[in-house]
């Protein structure tokens, strides 16, 4: 909260015995013009920021304001891009916004707070000025007193005494002009600050701007390479499917041969299976023919007999009396395989194991080395299809 100045001549200053009254009313008055003095100090300083003054937010509404400073303060002054952290995240709060908009503000605020500092500094230094004034005004009027009562007791020092008085005012007048000087030095020292933060905010807007255009560019040559990158695929792919295109052709062209010759041999297979099966009904008839005939020869003649029917088959009855040999380690059904080393005597085999082991048996030399390898045995010959051969 800015603290209130007590303008005008003070009433202890007032209440100051002085037996001098021009020396007094001067020093008085030296109240006003301290004053005026820094009333032009804080006018000029409102008239420098008057665009500044005319609103509390900027313009902004209370609480984008509020949450504008909130942002802006969590990052610490000593951050490493603290403006550069700051502006992306206002801008990712306020996706409505520009970064022009925003960087305005930002100005704003600091221009803002640049003017209640100064202005604040400015009171401060009013108050210690006018205290000093007063401290000052103290003494020169208790000297003054002194040098009164000494004119009182020596009436040949009345001269003395009005030279003093020069003297003091000529100090209280060299302590204004003394003040006058700090106060326009530390308003020389304020501009050159303001002007150097100003600098280092247009070089850190100017290193952004540059770190911007390199990240445009780099962004439009990676999209180029891209193109170039989609366009060959593209060509490649558009080669690729024209060979396919061209396979697929050849292989329909040849499986449609292929699937008239099957239909052709399908053919010629069933003729010749229909004949054979004609020619094997023929046997069977002249064989059967022929076995009746045999039969007829051979048939024994037995007496019917329908008891034996009914009676018990030797085998039951020698199952029935336990003289049956059975083997009950006999195994339920024969079970015909190979050994492991019967699997195993087959280079192929070996050499699959051996590749497997080096970890190369995913490779084309381990396919080559493998269909180049034979089996122990010749395949049968009847195993062996010819049907493509002859075309």
């Known amino acids: ?76 002054h000593d951050m490493q891009n603290r403006r550069m952290l700051y502006i992306d995240m206002l801008k990712r709060q306020f996706p409505k916004m520009t970064r022009a908009e925003l960087v305005a503000h930002e100005d704003w605020c600091i221009y803002y707070k640049y003017y209640h500092e100064r202005r604040k500094d400015i009171v401060t230094d009013w108050i210690r000025d006018r205290r000093e004034l007063l401290n000052k005004t103290k003494v020169v009027f208790a000297e003054a007193c002194v040098a009164i009562e000494y004119e009182e007791v020596k009436n040949e020092f009345k001269q003395k005494q009005q030279e003093m008085c020069q003297i003091l ?31 280092h905010m247009k070089e850190e807007e100017e290193k952004e701007k540059k770190k911007r255009r390199h990240q445009k560019e780099m962004v439009k040559e990676y999209h180029t390479k891209l193109d170039e990158s989609r366009t060959r695929q593209e060509e490649s792919d558009r080669k690729r499917l024209d060979e396919l295109q061209k ?80 083997n009950i380690q006999k195994p339920l059904y024969d079970n015909y395989g190979y050994t492991s080393q019967q699997v195993y005597s087959d280079p192929r085999l070996r050499l699959e194991h051996k590749l497997r082991e080096a970890g190369v048996h995913n490779t084309d030399y381990a396919r080559f080395m493998m269909s180049k390898m034979k089996p122990p045995q010749e395949p049968r010959r009847d195993m062996e299809s010819t049907v493509f051969k002859n075309t």
């Open 1 to 76: 909260m800015e603290k209130k100045v007590q303008q005008g001549i003070p009433e202890e200053a007032f209440d100051l015995e002085c037996p001098d009254l021009d020396l007094k009313a001067s020093v008085l008055q030296e109240f006003i013009l301290l004053d005026e003095k820094h009333r032009e100090r804080l006018v000029d300083l409102e008239i420098k920021h008057a665009d500044v003054i005319s609103s509390d937010t900027g313009g902004w509404d209370a609480k984008d304001h509020y949450l504008f400073q909130v942002i802006v303060d969590q990052y610490p």
């Open 247 to 326: 396979l697929l052709a050849e292989q329909a062209a040849y499986d449609k041969e292929r699937v008239k010759f099957r239909e052709i041999q399908f053919l010629k297979k069933e003729q010749e299976r229909w004949e054979k099966e004609q020619q094997k009904i023929v046997e069977e008839e002249e064989k059967e023919e022929r076995l009746e005939t045999l039969r007829q020869t051979v048939r024994p003649v037995v007496e019917s007999d329908p008891v034996r029917v009914w009676q018990d088959t030797e085998a039951w009855q020698a199952h029935r009396t336990g003289e049956e040999d059975i």
């Open 169 to 199: 005012y000529q100090k209280v007048k060299q302590w204004r002009e003394q003040k006058t000087e700090a106060m326009l030095l530390e308003q020389k020292l304020e501009e050159q600050h303001r002007q150097e933060v100003l600098i």
